[in-house]
């Protein structure tokens, strides 16, 4: 059965090329002071954020030992990456204990959607693209964006690089090659040039091939924990070949700013599987994935009170699952097509008052649509409009941020029972104070109600979705404060602490639950979570002459516990895969043309998906050392970089996911050229 294409992707592609051609029109008309291409200015007052956010830019991302924004992303406190093992495997992020689907991702200003399952595999963004990463609980503190930015319990902003010309430079370009023990080649590229002093464009590249084929320990357990056996085997079903693409085209209007961006990731990849009951042979699951979107966005201030901005996106996501190999004589052979299309549109304003009062109204639509070859398949197409309204003041040394942010849901189907139409308000607010007898330290706390809509699968994928399903809501709670300062010092040039307190509830959570028939489950909303946790981040830089020293540390506690029915055994315990204690250190230092870099991870004691916190369902601490070493070369007034990468230095064996084992110690080459 052929997918249904429900959808006029020809009326799609009309009103984004009528949106560039307005795009262009109106910087055409607006004159530029400024010579040269500069980074796109953010015109907005000086609002320090209530929130400080959690960062990595630069020459940061590039020294941490991370292939793909996933690895980043584990050096932030508060943060839980699932890793099914490999370079191809499933990467997914969960905030504060509160679940994958109530994290937005967004890239260049504008969310990521997978209306299918909700989830965001952060492992198909590479690095090499990404100035900045950034981390916020709760929201940005920021009144100026689209009204999805104020509908996530936490969000990961990707921040893709901006051309930079130096001098009388038109072009920029950046040849990179990655090569690993793990039998990984991946060479990319980046071009950038100067089109005119108004206009930049950028193209970059990257290929990746990896049979993924690694060592690991394999271990059994008898049911008091003890071991029975274990033994030292290769994984096998871990192979990827992907192709990423990304073009953009920028420009800087008078008071404003604009761009238009294109992306697409192909990839084949094998899907690791549990490694149960010996077994070590690959199970020939395999993910085939056509991922493409085209964005634009438009900034202008057009009174000197009133600044407006449009976005808008389109994209097509095919998705093909198959598990044809090796399956058991009483198992389906499985090989299933899933198309979502996703057109988003948003409008943006914001209004001074005075000086220290803004108020902002932002309103979004979103269409998706998911086609499948699944059997009784329902075909659902969701409508969602969302407005927010928000202001911030500043009175001396205190500042405040309100918002609600209103979510009407309306769904079709093609065939079954669709679910019921939904609307809700949520609000939150923020609030920061800066002590007048320390100036360096801000005191702050926040409130946010949200919600997150069950996903297509969860509501009519065939024999197991409950249209009937509620939406699954958080109410964070949190306090925390920062000190930050600089010093006129021989040694110790600056310090940064950030600490946080908080409590999540989580209701109505979705999980999935056995019927009668303990072959099918149905997906039902009875689960009850209460999250208890604090969030320590410290940095500082010292000099010692020649060497720069840069010392991060981050750690994590979190108490998330499951109060669904009190006559369960598990009452109380642990939520699965949430440790007690985790937290990274890294060091970082400079000397002359040489740079050098440390990483520790550690993840304490945790449970696995049975639920019970008994001693034959704990996964045991994990942690590794990584380290990397950088040399740059000058030739021909071009720059050569060399770094190579010794990751899991002790080669320690340890599954991030139970029964899905992770590779021991590999090394890593890394050769880039800039023009």
């Not at 990467?91 to 509160?98: A, E, F, L, Q």
């Not at 304003?349 to 309103?363: E, G, R």
């Not at 002590?435 to 197991?464: C, E, G, H, Q, S």
């Not at 599954?655 to 890394?670: A, Q």
């Amino acid at each position: 059965m052929e997918p249904k294409f429900t959808f006029t992707t020809k009326k799609i592609i009309i009103t984004i090329l009528v949106l560039i051609n307005q795009l262009y029109f109106s910087q055409s008309r607006d004159s530029i002071k400024e010579k040269g291409i500069l980074p796109v200015t953010i015109y907005k007052k000086d609002f320090k954020e209530i929130l400080p956010a959690q960062t990595l830019s630069g020459e940061q991302l590039e020294r941490l030992n991370s292939q793909s924004v996933a690895d980043a992303l584990r050096y932030f406190s508060g943060v839980q990456i699932k890793d099914y093992g490999g370079i191809g495997g499933l990467k997914t992020v969960n905030i504060r204990s509160m679940g994958s689907q109530h994290v937005g991702v967004f890239y260049d200003g504008i969310q990521l959607g997978n209306a299918q399952n909700g989830v965001i595999d952060l492992g198909k963004f590479s690095l090499d693209d990404i100035g900045e990463i950034s981390l916020y609980n709760g929201q940005k503190s920021d009144i100026f964006q689209p009204a999805k930015d104020f509908g996530s319990s936490g969000s990961i902003y990707l921040q893709p690089k901006t051309p930079y010309f130096s001098g009388n430079k038109k072009t920029n370009l950046v040849l990179r090659i990655k090569n690993s023990s793990i039998d990984l080649f991946n060479p990319s590229f980046r071009l950038e040039q100067k089109l005119s002093d108004k206009i930049s464009a950028s193209f970059s590249s990257e290929f990746i091939q990896s049979d993924g084929q690694y060592k690991y320990k394999y271990q059994k357990k008898r049911p008091d924990g003890t071991i029975a056996n274990d033994t030292i085997a290769t994984r096998y079903d871990s192979y990827i070949t992907a192709k990423r693409f990304e073009t953009s085209l920028q420009g800087n209007l008078n008071n404003g700013d604009w761009n238009v961006r294109g992306y697409g990731y192909i990839s084949d990849r094998g899907i690791p599987s549990a490694i149960v009951n010996n077994g070590f042979d690959p199970k020939g699951q395999k993910l085939l994935d056509r991922n493409y979107f085209v964005q634009a966005h438009l900034r202008k201030k057009i009174f000197p009170k009133f600044e407006t901005q449009l976005k808008a996106k389109f994209a097509y996501d095919y998705t093909r699952y198959m598990d044809t190999v090796n399956v058991a004589e009483t198992a389906l052979k499985t090989d299933n097509t899933y198309i979502q299309r996703e057109l988003y549109l948003s409008s943006s304003n914001i209004y001074s008052i005075t000086p220290n009062w803004d108020v902002s109204a932002n309103v979004d639509f979103q269409y998706n649509n998911l086609d499948s070859d699944l059997k009784l398949f329902s075909f659902p197409t969701r409508y969602t409009s969302l407005v927010a309204f928000a202001t911030t003041y500043q009175w001396n040394r205190f500042k405040f941020l309100g918002s609600v942010l209103g979510t009407f849901i309306r769904e079709n189907v093609e065939r079954n029972s669709k679910s019921p139409d939904k609307s809700e308000w949520t609000p939150s607010v923020f609030l920061s104070y800066q002590p007048l007898a320390f100036k360096n330290l801000t005191v702050r706390a926040f409130y946010k109600r949200i919600f997150r809509m069950p996903t297509f699968n969860d509501l009519y994928y065939t024999m197991i979705g409950n249209v009937f399903l509620k939406p699954e809501f958080t109410n964070q709670y949190d306090i925390g404060f920062t000190y930050q300062k600089t010093y006129d010092h021989q040694v110790l040039k600056s310090i940064y602490f950030k600490a946080d307190g908080y409590y999540n509830k989580v209701e109505n959570k979705i999980i999935a639950v056995p019927t009668t028939n303990l072959f099918r489950w149905m997906m039902t909303n009875l689960g009850d979570v209460q999250i208890i946790g604090s969030d320590v981040n410290i940095q500082a830089e010292l000099d010692l002459g020649k060497v720069i020293l840069k010392p991060l540390l981050s750690y994590t506690y979190q108490s998330a516990r499951d109060f669904t029915e009190k006559g369960e055994s598990y009452y109380g315990d642990q939520i699965p895969y949430v440790p007690w204690h985790s937290g990274t250190f890294t060091l970082m230092a400079d000397y002359k043309e040489w740079s050098f870099n440390y990483s520790f991870m550690y993840t304490g004691k945790r449970y696995d998906a049975q639920q019970n916190n008994i001693e034959y369902n704990l996964i045991r601490p994990w942690y590794t050392h990584d380290l990397s070493i950088q040399k740059k070369f000058n030739w021909y007034s071009h720059q050569f970089k060399v770094s190579f990468e010794v990751n899991n230095t002790l080669n320690q064996h340890y599954d991030v996911v139970r029964n899905y084992p992770m590779p021991g110690r590999n090394f890593k080459l890394i050769v880039s050229y800039t023009l």
